[in-house]
C-alpha cells in the first residue's frame, strides 16, 4: 500500500459512496487507475467492505453501556452462551486487565440493563458505564 493507496483509503472513509471519478479528480489519477487500486485493496482484504449505517427512530431510547466482566473458569462457558444467545449484548471482548471480559449492550430501557447485569451477575462481577454520547466513532456498523 502506498501514498495514493492511503488516499483513497481516507476518501472511501469520508464517503464510502463517492464515485470513482471524484476519487480519481482528487488523488489525480485516471478513473480506471482509481477503480483497479481499489479492487486490489478489496482482494487483499485491506477494504473488507462496505455499509449502510440504519438509525432506527427508537434508537435514541435505547440505554447503551459497557459491563466489565471479572468471570471465574467455572462460568465461563455459561457466560459466553449467554453472550452469543442474549440480543441486547451488541460486542464481547476477552481483555487482559481486572477483568476479563467487557460487553457493550443496547437495551430498550433502564428497567432491561438491570436485568441483563441481574443475569451477568449470577456469573461474576460487573462494573458498568452507561455511554451518554458517542464523541468519535470510525467503527463501519453500528454494533462494531
Known amino acids: 500500500m502506498d501514498d495514493l493507496d492511503a ?5 472511501l472513509r ?11 479528480r482528487q488523488v489525480d489519477l485516471s478513473s480506471p487507475a482509481v477503480s483497479s487500486r481499489i479492487r486490489r485493496l478489496e482482494e487483499t482484504g485491506v477494504i473488507g467492505g462496505y455499509t449502510v449505517l440504519v438509525h432506527h427512530p427508537q434508537a435514541a431510547q435505547q440505554v ?27 460486542q464481547c471482548w476477552r481483555v487482559t ?3 476479563n471480559f467487557i460487553v ?25 458505564q452507561i455511554i451518554l454520547t458517542t464523541q468519535v466513532d ?6 462494531d
Open 7 to 11: 488516499k483513497i483509503l481516507t476518501l
Open 14 to 24: 469520508s464517503n464510502a459512496r463517492m464515485p470513482v471519478k471524484e476519487i480519481a
Open 64 to 90: 447503551q453501556a459497557l459491563i466489565s466482566v471479572l468471570i471465574g473458569p467455572a462460568g465461563r462457558e455459561e457466560f459466553l452462551r449467554l453472550t452469543e444467545s442474549e440480543e441486547q449484548i451488541r
Open 138 to 143: 470510525r467503527s463501519p456498523t453500528p454494533d
Open 97 to 99: 486487565g481486572s477483568c
Open 104 to 128: 457493550k449492550v443496547s437495551c430498550p430501557g433502564i428497567d432491561a440493563l438491570e436485568h441483563l447485569l441481574t443475569r451477568i451477575q449470577r456469573l461474576g462481577t460487573t462494573t458498568t
